[in-house]
């Protein structure tokens, strides 16, 4: 059995874990008897459960899991013949002797990858002609395609950024992760602080905000449209008093919050007038099968009758508490961050949206205190200069800062370092600064007018003028 002290690095039943071959990433929950789908293999993780993280499973028949042993790990390849060049090999497709066949049949034999590589060397008629490097690279390539590991690693922000990036930007909005890591520090989260969030990137911001206050302070999610979107920060497996600190508010609230006209203890009127049309729907249907069934019925059909009348008012009931029940917790959910919001002392702010940014940011600017960082993301820098510029003609704010980001990953390896050459084009643009406290209590006009004019220097060296 595990220790108490290392349980947070062992696979537990339900964790949330990301599994990964290659530069493939996927999360997943870890259910009983779930069947996982992965890169054209399906398995099942059950048998992860109590091994820690990092761990690297082979899938072997009846997709069970075992850990991979570290004497496997090497190279399959124990030939030290290699060629001094590749210009002499012709890559006809007849130099390798299995067939496509062959290999099924090695397969079900029970053959691992790495022995399904080893045949494939002993039988290709080139491979001790190519280079070292190129032999190198054969293998890996063909480890890639024939051996069936899989890599099961604890979510953090980095390992999701990159999984969606690499799978589904469009859902992030093309936000990679070292632009997600500058953000989190230009914010500058950390403990205890408060920070306001409005973000349309399938919760990967939001995620990675709540990992870095580590469960200590308050979260405000600033929502569009009906409800927020948390799947990102599902992938997370956040413990529950993590949720404790996240708290929710629509964004088309915000004015009346600012005007002192929000009601947080009146209902929801909309809501209200959809719950009695579904209550008032639910009643005509009992009354229209009454008046289609025929006149004469005999006494069990009518009692069978007023049972189903009966349950089916149970339903109706329970239901409606049910509505209830859910627009009451939203209404304390909306006054609790509408209590947090007023006091107008947030401590950041970080906005990455599909959206224009302009006005969001203006409008959300009013609810931090002075001396505080925001930082605004944007795929775009066209918004971005706007905001930029509107900024500026407001005032309030200091260190504005329009940046962008550059990475390219290298290959480092003995006598062949170099640049990927796939690389990403773009990172997006980030306007960062600094919030100040203004005087309103004069003008800016009248400011100009009393400041003292600088005195002129007298120039003593100048030809025309006469010396003491």
Not at 40 to 47: A, E, S, V, Y
Not at 347 to 361: E, M, T, Y
Request: hydrophobic share 35%; proline share 5%.
């Amino acid at each position: 059995m595990a220790d108490n002290g290392d349980e947070e690095y062992r696979i537990q039943q339900g964790d949330y874990v990301v599994l990964k071959r290659g530069d493939i990433f996927k999360a997943v929950q870890i259910v009983p008897k779930k069947k996982i789908i992965f890169e054209k293999q399906w398995f099942f993780l059950d048998n992860a459960v109590g091994n820690l993280y990092s761990t690297t499973f082979e899938i072997s028949s009846g997709g069970i899991l075992q850990p991979q042993k570290l004497k496997e790990t090497g190279n399959p390849s124990d030939l030290k013949e290699a060629g001094t060049d590749n210009r002499n090999i012709v890559d006809d497709g007849k130099s390798q002797k299995l067939t496509r066949d062959d290999i099924e049949t090695l397969k079900e034999q029970g053959l691992k990858g790495q022995e399904i590589i080893q045949q494939l060397i002993e039988n290709s008629s080139t491979f001790r002609d190519k280079t070292e490097y190129a032999q190198d690279k054969y293998i890996k390539k063909k480890k890639k395609k024939y051996e069936n590991t899989v890599t099961i690693l604890k979510p953090s922000c980095r390992i999701l950024a990159m999984m969606y990036h690499g799978r589904e930007p469009g859902k992030i909005c093309h936000l990679r992760y070292d632009t997600l890591a500058q953000m989190l520090t230009l914010a500058n989260i950390h403990a205890h602080s408060k920070v306001l969030v409005f973000e349309t990137c399938a919760g990967l911001v939001l995620g990675s905000i709540m990992e870095r206050m580590g469960g200590y302070g308050s979260v405000i999610q600033m929502y569009p449209g009906g409800g927020p979107v948390r799947a990102g920060v599902e992938s997370f497996g956040f413990p529950a008093h993590f949720h404790d600190t996240l708290h929710e508010f629509p964004i088309c609230h915000v004015n009346a919050l600012l005007a002192g006209e929000l009601d947080t203890t009146a209902k929801d009127p909309t809501a209200e007038e959809k719950l009695n049309l579904a209550a008032d729907e639910e009643q005509i249907q009992p009354e229209a099968e009454q008046q289609g069934s025929p006149e004469e019925q005999n006494m069990e059909t009518n009692a069978a009758q007023d049972q189903e009348k009966i349950e089916k008012e149970k339903r109706r009931e329970a239901k409606a508490q049910e509505r209830k029940v859910k627009l009451e917790e939203k209404r304390k959910k909306l006054a609790a961050a509408a209590a947090l919001l007023e006091g107008r002392n947030a401590d950041g702010l970080v906005i990455a949206s599909r959206f224009h940014p302009c006005p969001v940011l203006m409008t959300l600017l009013k609810f931090l205190a002075p001396s505080r960082p925001f930082v605004v993301y944007s795929q775009y820098k066209e918004t971005l200069i706007e905001c930029y510029t509107k900024l500026k003609e407001q005032g309030g704010t200091v260190n504005l800062r329009l940046s962008d980001t550059w990475l390219r990953h290298y290959q480092v390896l003995p006598n062949r370092t170099h640049p990927v050459l796939l690389m990403s084009g773009g990172g997006g643009y980030l306007l960062s600064g600094t919030t100040v406290a203004m005087d309103q209590s004069k003008p800016a006009a009248s400011q100009r007018s009393e400041e003292p004019a600088p005195k002129r220097q007298k120039d003593y060296h100048r030809p025309d003028r006469e010396h003491c």
